[in-house]
């Protein structure tokens, strides 16, 4: 499906609102029905239609197929946070004495979610080096029901062979899942490569402005209708139609934002790779990826995401040169307009922190919508204080 139709046509009605050309913000929690038979029916199938706004919203409708034509995929569930978009589905899917392989070091909440929450239903996760394929294999027994990945992981940048993990997972009946948010499904299509399900903090790219929280989960409506049936009306966590409305004015400018940060990134990290002050640069696209190729395959592009260490590294040095910043905001979050910056040491206490450690010493920048020439007079000007 055309891209430009998608952000711009398609699921809206325009003759149903007044032919306006934004779609209105349809602010009810309830719907009526004119006849015991139509009511009977929508309350024996909500996923069918409009019943309560904890299930279905002709807003969220529009922004679910917007979101299901992105991906490929048939269908869409929205979600009123990107780490429930990946916890619903997860509770859906799995049960007592189920096992699950995942990716190490995934998204701090998915972690949480695995190591500390699902234990408490029986459910168990190995968590194992996604870049080599063998560990899948390995990690895999009669009771996995669930491989979960993260590709490219948002802090180191490594990636996983969606073709190869799909095929595996297929050939013993176990579904498959990623957090796709790194690239959105501008720059990578997970369901072509026979992933099931498709996670995306929407917070970042897709609503891009750094005003709204929120999630969606795509893949076959089979699957989708069974976790919407269960765990997500039960779970509660629906996107609120104003929201919704956000993401849809954020989707408009989609892939022009995305253009405009992927071309900006490459200049700042074009300055930073050179830069006598810097130790490295990590990126999926970079020459020292030792998976490179894998990535060029998978991906089209980077969009504005990664990691720099500094020479010789101390902690001291890591938090002036954040300290120094002027506009690359420190703050969490990324896809939004705004340039910013997370040093991995403020995840960590200053007794912990070790400076041979090497995810601590990481700085993960994001390139926001600025102009390039800002950035890095505002780069050069920290690094010159080190
Ligand atoms: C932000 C993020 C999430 C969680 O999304 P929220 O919208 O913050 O709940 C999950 N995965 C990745 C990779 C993220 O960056």
Redesign the pocket.
């Known amino acids: 499906m055309d891209l430009s139709y998608i952000l711009n046509e398609l699921g809206e009605d325009r003759e149903q609102y007044f032919n306006a050309i934004a779609p209105p913000i349809v602010q009810t929690s309830n719907f009526k029905f004119n006849t015991v038979e139509d009511f009977r029916a929508a309350l024996a199938d909500e996923y069918k239609g409009n019943l309560y706004s904890r299930g279905f919203n002709p807003t969220i409708d529009i922004l679910r197929k917007k979101l299901a034509a992105l991906d490929g995929a048939e269908d869409a569930l929205v979600f009123s946070?990107?780490?429930a978009a990946?916890t619903v589905p997860v509770l859906a899917l799995l049960k007592q004495g189920d096992e699950v392989v995942c990716v190490e070091n995934p998204?701090s909440?998915?972690i949480k979610l695995f190591k500390d929450f699902l234990p408490k239903f029986g459910i168990s996760t190995t968590f194992i080096d996604g870049t080599d394929l063998d560990q899948f294999k390995k990690a895999i027994t009669n009771k996995t029901k669930l491989i979960y990945l993260?590709s490219p992981n948002?802090f180191s940048f490594d990636v996983q062979d969606l073709a190869a993990v799909a095929a595996l997972a297929k050939a013993k009946g176990i579904l498959t899942m990623i957090?796709n948010?790194?690239c959105s499904p501008l720059y990578q299509q997970p369901i072509a490569y026979g992933i099931d399900l498709v996670a995306q903090?929407a917070?970042?790219y897709l609503a891009g402005h750094s005003d709204v929280?929120?999630?969606v989960v795509t893949g076959k409506k089979e699957l989708l209708e069974k976790i919407f049936n269960k765990e997500y009306l039960n779970i509660g966590a629906a996107l609120a139609p104003q929201n919704a409305w956000l993401l849809l004015r954020g989707l408009r400018t989609l892939e022009i934002r995305l253009e405009r940060i992927s071309e900006t990134a490459d200049q700042v990290i074009a300055y930073l790779s050179k830069h006598p002050k810097i130790e490295q640069v990590l990126h999926p696209f970079n020459a020292n990826n030792k998976d490179l190729a894998l990535a060029r395959k998978q991906m089209k592009k980077c969009g504005g995401l990664f990691s720099i260490t500094l020479k010789n590294s101390t902690l001291e040095k890591i938090e002036l040169f954040c300290n120094s910043l002027n506009h690359i905001l420190m703050a969490v979050?990324w896809g939004g307009h705004e340039s910013l910056v997370i040093p991995a040491c403020a995840g960590i206490s200053k007794a912990d922190f070790d400076p041979q450690h090497k995810r601590h010493v990481l700085i993960r920048i994001y390139v926001g919508l600025e102009n390039a020439d800002y950035l890095i007079a505002d780069l050069e000007q920290a690094l010159g204080k080190l």
């Open positions: 946070s990107g780490i990946i998204y909440w998915t993260e948002t957090d948010s790194y903090s917070t970042k929280v929120a999630g979050s």
